[in-house]
């Protein structure tokens, strides 16, 4: 068995590669039970969640990836959210690897955007605007500009400062960067959106979309969460990574379900429908398309799997 720090995952895991053991994994399937959540009491402190994530597929490969959640450790300079990740035979249960989930998160995520972003944005979407300046965006950026060609970087934050910073530090990916302040003039100009923040109340509002653009949504993974609003999810042609999370996690869904004006059947398809020939994507060039992803273990299987591969 082996082990696999964080820049281990990191160089196994290339986007192009890993964008298509994604769409791999979609098109064949797999078993994924539904995610379990444990409360652990903490003595003198907030309590604890371990959060168990499985999936395997018939007689090659299980994984589950394991998250812990401590809320107080910020307050002894350590991260509140670990994880890692362990893959096993599926026909014997041995242990094959363990692996840094918190990078295998972080790329299988923004790869499955793209891959969303491969069969929904123009082909010639050149302008990306990404709202937020998180661990994931630079992931963002690079997986979105890996199926588009992407040569106008906007940057977006709640600091400007942060924003900043991002686009120094995106400069030898895309040739033309800039971090900007006002949102909804970035918006306007852009060819794709790409959002990864933990907004509870909407940044994205839908009177600022424009025709062909495509809108990327992977912040919110609580009903309580959103990132847009719900006039941009009904202006928009709408797919998500999978109906079971997206319509029980994803607040800009949920929310626009529960106030009537959304049914589950707007959702026009999944990835994996997408992805087997099920469903033709946007409909047109002027269409504006909307993903939503609150993630799924068969992303981290198949990012797992890669990473196997790629270290044999």
Same mark, same amino acid.
């Given at each position: 068995?082996?082990?696999f $720090?964080?820049?281990?995952?990191?160089? !196994?895991?290339? *986007?192009?590669?890993? #964008?298509?053991a994604?769409?791999d994994?979609?098109?064949?399937?797999?078993t994924v039970?539904?995610?379990?959540? *444990?409360?652990?009491?903490?003595?003198?402190?907030?309590?604890?969640s371990?959060?168990?994530?499985?999936?395997?597929?018939s007689?090659?490969?299980l994984g589950?990836?394991?998250?812990?959640?401590?809320?107080d450790? @910020?307050?002894h300079g350590?991260?509140?959210?670990?994880?890692? *990740?362990?893959?096993?035979?599926?026909?014997?249960?041995?242990?094959?690897?363990?692996?840094?989930?918190?990078?295998?998160?972080?790329r299988?995520t923004?790869?499955?955007?793209?891959?969303? !972003?491969? *069969?929904? !944005?123009?082909?010639?979407?050149?302008?990306?605007?990404?709202?937020?300046t998180?661990?994931?965006?630079?992931?963002?950026i690079?997986?979105?500009?890996?199926?588009?060609?992407i040569?106008?970087?906007?940057?977006?934050?709640?600091? #400007? $400062?942060a924003?900043?910073?991002?686009?120094?530090?995106?400069?030898?990916?895309?040739?033309d960067?800039?971090?900007?302040?006002?949102?909804?003039?970035a918006?306007?100009?852009s060819?794709? #959106?790409s959002?990864?923040?933990?907004?509870?109340?909407?940044?994205?509002?839908?009177?600022w979309?424009q025709?062909g653009q495509?809108?990327?949504?992977?912040? !919110?993974?609580?009903?309580e969460?959103?990132e847009?609003?719900?006039?941009?999810?009904?202006?928009? @042609?709408?797919?998500? $990574?999978?109906?079971?999370?997206?319509?029980?996690?994803?607040?800009?869904i949920?929310?626009a379900?529960?106030?009537g004006?959304?049914a589950?059947? $707007?959702?026009r398809?999944?990835?994996a429908?997408?992805?087997?020939? @099920?469903?033709?994507?946007?409909s047109?060039?002027?269409?504006i398309?909307?993903?939503?992803?609150?993630?799924?273990?068969?992303?981290?299987?198949?990012?797992?799997?890669?990473?196997l591969?790629?270290?044999?």
């Amino acid at each position: 068995m082996r082990v696999f $720090d964080a820049d281990s995952v990191a160089n !196994s895991l290339p *986007y192009d590669q890993l #964008i298509e053991a994604i769409e791999d994994a979609f098109r064949e399937g797999a078993t994924v039970p539904q995610r379990s959540q *444990y409360p652990v009491a903490v003595p003198n402190a907030t309590s604890g969640s371990l959060l168990l994530m499985p999936a395997w597929t018939s007689g090659e490969f299980l994984g589950v990836k394991i998250v812990t959640v401590f809320p107080d450790n @910020e307050l002894h300079g350590m991260a509140a959210v670990r994880a890692t *990740y362990v893959i096993m035979d599926a026909n014997t249960g041995a242990p094959r690897g363990i692996l840094d989930g918190t990078e295998l998160t972080l790329r299988r995520t923004a790869a499955a955007s793209a891959l969303a !972003s491969k *069969y929904l !944005s123009r082909p010639d979407s050149r302008t990306l605007l990404m709202v937020g300046t998180g661990k994931l965006a630079p992931h963002m950026i690079l997986a979105h500009a890996t199926v588009r060609p992407i040569s106008k970087l906007l940057l977006w934050g709640r600091r #400007i $400062d942060a924003a900043k910073a991002l686009a120094d530090e995106m400069r030898d990916a895309v040739v033309d960067v800039a971090a900007v302040e006002n949102l909804e003039e970035a918006v306007r100009r852009s060819d794709i #959106i790409s959002c990864a923040t933990l907004a509870k109340e909407p940044l994205l509002h839908g009177e600022w979309l424009q025709a062909g653009q495509h809108v990327d949504l992977v912040g !919110s993974f609580t009903p309580e969460m959103r990132e847009a609003d719900t006039e941009a999810v009904l202006r928009s @042609e709408l797919f998500v $990574d999978t109906h079971a999370g997206a319509t029980t996690e994803a607040g800009e869904i949920v929310q626009a379900i529960r106030a009537g004006k959304l049914a589950q059947t $707007d959702i026009r398809a999944d990835l994996a429908a997408l992805v087997r020939g @099920e469903h033709a994507g946007r409909s047109s060039a002027e269409a504006i398309t909307l993903f939503k992803s609150v993630g799924t273990a068969l992303e981290d299987l198949a990012a797992a799997k890669l990473v196997l591969s790629n270290s044999a």
